[in-house]
């Protein structure tokens, strides 16, 4: 597609529950990152692809956080038994051949989690 | 861990000129970048730094000292549109490798 695009935009849940936010990157770009922004904070690093495998899970705040990616496009973030904490922005971005040549991400607009 | 830094708000007047810092303590480094995000919205890539020295670019200009660990982002002639949060992030090492972000600054621009 012509941009990131990340479904659904918004999403309210109750704490417990399961969530799955997914990420349509830009058709080529080779490597997907998910981040987390909650409210007067940075962005939290949480996951990143490079093609389908995940060199780098560090940022994953717990075991109840999960992703794949699949075909090299789409990828789903998943939060198993959500809690009030995980209320947050959470952003994908893609990039075409890793961050060489400065030309940076492509952010998603992002879904906002809202856990009640 | 990775330390970086940015003033936490900013406020100018149209028209004026504002510098946003940034400094940097990191494991690596190979470039920083420059975001800007309005509120609501994604975050949009405005500038990249890797060699020491100035990148001007329109009324945006970035400048980088690997030595000194420091980055500015200076805005000229600013318009009430510039009012965003602006984000510094690094790039620890080459590849894919996640940027590192600092927690941004929010630049309000008053008439």
């Known amino acids: 597609g012509a941009g990131v695009s990340q479904s659904p935009s918004n999403k309210v849940t109750e704490k417990g529950k399961d969530v799955e936010l997914r990420c349509d990157p830009i058709s080529g770009h080779t490597a997907l990152y998910w981040y987390r922004q909650s409210l007067g904070q940075g962005l939290e690093f949480l996951i990143y692809?490079?093609?389908?495998?995940?060199?780098?899970k560090s940022g994953l705040p717990s075991d109840r956080f999960s992703a794949e990616r699949t075909g090299g496009s789409v990828s789903t973030l998943t939060i198993q038994r959500t809690q009030q904490e995980d209320s947050a922005v959470y952003l994908c971005?893609?990039?075409?051949?890793?961050?060489?040549?400065?030309?940076?991400?492509?952010f998603g607009s992002g879904t906002r989690l809202t856990v009640v | 861990g990775q330390n970086i830094d940015q003033p936490t708000e900013m406020t100018a007047t149209e028209g004026a000129i504002v510098q946003i810092n940034c400094t940097y303590q990191?494991?690596?480094?190979?470039?920083l970048f420059w975001y800007q995000q309005h509120a609501g919205e994604a975050p949009t890539f405005l500038s990249y730094n890797v060699l020491d020295g100035l990148e001007e670019k329109g009324r945006f200009s970035s400048f980088l000292s690997r030595s000194k660990g420091y980055s500015y982002l200076l805005l000229k002639e600013l318009q009430m549109k510039d009012s965003a949060s602006y984000l510094c992030?690094?790039?620890?090492?080459?590849?894919?490798?996640?940027?590192?972000f600092g927690k941004g600054t929010r630049l309000s621009v008053i008439a």
């Open positions: 692809f490079q093609g389908n495998s995940a060199p780098d």
């Open positions: 971005a893609s990039s075409k051949d890793g961050l060489l040549g400065g030309y940076g991400y492509t």
């Open positions: 992030a690094v790039i620890l090492n080459s590849g894919n490798t996640p940027l590192v």
């Open positions: 990191t494991s690596g480094f190979n470039g």
